[in-house]
T-cell receptor, first 109, second 118 residues
Framework: LAKTTQPISMDSYEGQEVNITCSHN???????ITWYQQFPSQGPRFIIQ???TKVTNEVASLFIPADRKSSTLSLPRVSLSDTAVYYC??????????FGTGTRLQVFP | GAVVSQHPSWVICKSGTSVKIECRSL??????MFWYRQFPKQSLMLMAT?????????EQGVEKDKFLINHASLTLSTLTVTSAHPEDSSFYIC??????????????FGPGTRLTVL
């Protein structure tokens, strides 16, 4: 299973764009990249998933370079409610997922 | 779509008793379910993987006789913490993966169950 490395924490202000980068140098050919958001005392919430290039949905964008050794989650115009822990995971679609430390995002007014 | 529920959301029990936690996929068939444990300020730790109709696969260091997992149907998995002790107090989270309509096979998580053992 690919190991992921993310910044431990990030700070931002409301209205700014936040980019969280995840390194996964040992990603396998059949691995997908999935990002989850977790609030305290809640289960992780699916944000976005991709395999290569760029994926966009109503809440975020995911940028994956050609070598797929890293990925960047982009949150446009964050608000206070985006304060949470964000996890980057890689693996096959139905494989077990090994969580890393995640990135604790703090959004200030 | 892709809703996973857990019951109960919290439970308090006495040391030595057993506690059962249910995980249900409400709008899709979950071919695989996973159980995690999370201690305060820490990341999720995978405990076991279960496939419908077969025995669960436990991660190294997880006692299979203490944490009994049953995945009897494509929408229900249960985790039973047997003879619970205070050190078993934690936040237990399940996830489910499967396919429903336009959903891809990915993992969707339940809301978690807070277990406190006195």
């Amino acid at each position: 299973l690919a190991k992921t490395t993310q910044p431990i924490s990030m700070d931002s202000y409301e209205g700014q764009e936040v980019n969280i980068t995840c390194s996964h140098n040992n990603i396998a050919t059949n691995d997908y990249i999935t990002w989850y958001q977790q609030f305290p005392s809640q289960g992780p919430r699916f944000i976005i998933q991709g395999y290569k290039t760029k994926v966009t949905n109503e809440v975020a964008s995911l940028f994956i370079p050609a070598d797929r050794k890293s990925s960047t989650l982009s949150l446009p115009r964050v608000s206070l409610s985006d304060t949470a822990v964000y996890y980057c995971l890689v693996g096959g679609l139905t494989d077990k997922l090994i969580f890393g430390t995640g990135t604790r995002l703090q959004v200030f007014p | 779509g892709a809703v996973v529920s857990q019951h109960p959301s919290w439970v308090i029990c006495k040391s030595g008793t057993s506690v059962k936690i249910e995980c249900r996929s409400l709008d899709f068939q979950a071919t695989t379910m996973f159980w995690y444990r999370q201690f305060p300020k820490q990341s999720l730790m995978l405990m076991a993987t279960s496939n419908e109709g077969s025995k669960a696969t436990y991660e190294q260091g997880v006692e299979k006789d203490k944490f009994l997992i049953n995945h009897a149907s494509l929408t229900l998995s249960t985790l039973t913490v047997t003879s619970a002790h205070p050190e078993d107090s934690s936040f237990y989270i399940c996830s489910a993966s499967g396919t429903s309509g336009t959903l891809t096979d990915t993992q969707y998580f339940g809301p978690g169950t807070r277990l406190t053992v006195l």
